[in-house]
């Protein structure tokens, strides 16, 4: 199944906290990359977790809810993710391919 908003939330937490991440020096722009590839489940729809750098970033439109370049809170992730996985029911694409339309 896909994995929850809270789970997703969590993890990303994690890996923001020097005081449990175990790969401190990652930020969200690396370690949403780690996310992506550990927890995307193709087919299932949804929210899934999906890439966040500042190459995708700049790409989003403000309904997508990252306000900054980098350096994005849980929140803001979340936000991004809840609005890809809209897009992808309205389009009937996958969430990631949202995601790689900012990367064009």
């Not at 927890?39 to 890439?51: E, H, S």
Request: charged share 25%; proline share 8%.
């Amino acid at each position: 199944p896909a994995p929850d908003q809270e789970a997703l939330c969590t993890a990303y937490r994690r890996f923001s906290d020097p005081d449990h991440a175990r790969l401190p020096w990652l930020g969200p722009g690396l370690f949403t990359k780690v996310l992506y590839f550990v927890g995307y489940r193709r087919g299932v729809g949804g929210v899934q977790p999906l890439i966040l750098d500042r190459v995708v970033a700049s790409q989003l439109p403000a309904e997508a809810g990252v306000g900054r370049r980098n350096g994005w809170s849980s929140e803001e992730w979340l936000a991004y993710l809840r609005w890809a996985a809209e897009q992808a029911r309205v389009g009937g694409v996958e969430p990631d391919t949202v995601e790689m339309a900012g990367r064009a």
